[in-house]
């Protein structure tokens, strides 16, 4: 348990970034969790999974109002149905392979949020049909199964739809808890919940709690686009890491 300090502290950004944002706890778990302590996925995975779940429930809580069940019924269908094949992937990709994998997804991803704000070529007006929602919902179920990583495709398409802040965070949440719930399942099936993952989620649960709240006190203070300039950057900077 000689880094539960460590895990804890990347549990409690996680949960900040989360609250803040609306999503983002398995990305920047997942990842510094592999790059500052060389967590095996195997154990991270799991122990992802359990508080990203505390996290999204939590939020779903606080705008659950604002939940449009018709919008978001086709992402969390096909999530569901590819939840399965990313957990399948599990034990056929190697983890560098998938750690690398998962490095390249977040440089696109940021090299796209940088983007879209600099050209009408990727202003996803052409996803705003809900026909989209199904490709966009499979990726990010496939991500949580294999990654424990539901996040940057949900994010990608509800950036191109008409989405109040509130019916974002209550939307995107959601799905989120949704596909987490499934996949923590499947690791439980697989016997991937083992005695050191729940000795680590019990003694990260305070680090979370104090997380969730440092965000509750800062969202009312902090410019929410500077916020996000900030945690592109990180995530930049974690995904050129794990590539290289």
Same mark, same amino acid.
Not at 92 to 109: A, D, K, M, N
């Given at each position: ?12 950004? +996680?949960?900040?970034?989360?609250? %803040?944002? !609306? &999503? ?5 778990? $997942?990842?510094?969790?592999? *790059?500052? #302590? ?94 989209? +929602?199904?490709?966009?919902?499979? %990726?990010? !179920? &496939? ?5 424990? $990583?539901?996040?940057?495709? *949900?994010? #990608? ?88």
């Amino acid at each position: 348990m000689e880094n539960i300090w460590w895990i804890g502290g990347i549990v409690a950004l +996680a949960a900040a970034v989360q609250s %803040l944002a !609306g &999503f983002g706890f398995a990305l920047v778990a $997942i990842s510094l969790l592999s *790059l500052v #302590i060389d967590l095996s996925l195997e154990l991270a995975r799991p122990l992802v999974l359990m508080m990203a779940l505390l996290s999204s429930t939590s939020l779903v809580m606080g705008y659950r109002k604002s939940l449009d069940w018709r919008a978001i019924a086709p992402l969390v269908i096909s999530a569901l149905v590819m939840i399965p094949v990313g957990l399948f992937s599990i034990n056929y990709l190697p983890e560098q392979i998938t750690l690398r994998g998962l490095g390249s997804f977040i440089v696109l991803y940021v090299i796209y949020d940088v983007l879209k704000t600099r050209t009408s070529l990727l202003a996803l007006s052409g996803f705003s049909s809900p026909r989209w +929602a199904y490709l966009f919902g499979g %990726l990010s !179920g &496939f991500f949580t199964g294999a990654l424990t $990583i539901p996040g940057p495709p *949900l994010a #990608i398409y509800a950036n191109s739809q008409a989405w109040s802040p509130k019916k974002l965070k209550a939307n995107v949440p959601i799905i989120l808890a949704i596909v987490q719930l499934m996949t923590l399942v499947g690791h439980l099936y697989e016997g991937n919940l083992t005695t050191e993952v729940w000795t680590l989620s019990l003694y990260s649960l305070p680090f979370f709690l104090v997380g969730m709240g440092v965000s509750a006190k800062l969202s009312a203070q902090i410019d929410e686009k500077r916020f996000k300039q900030v945690v592109l950057i990180l995530l930049g900077c974690i995904g050129l890491k794990l590539i290289v």
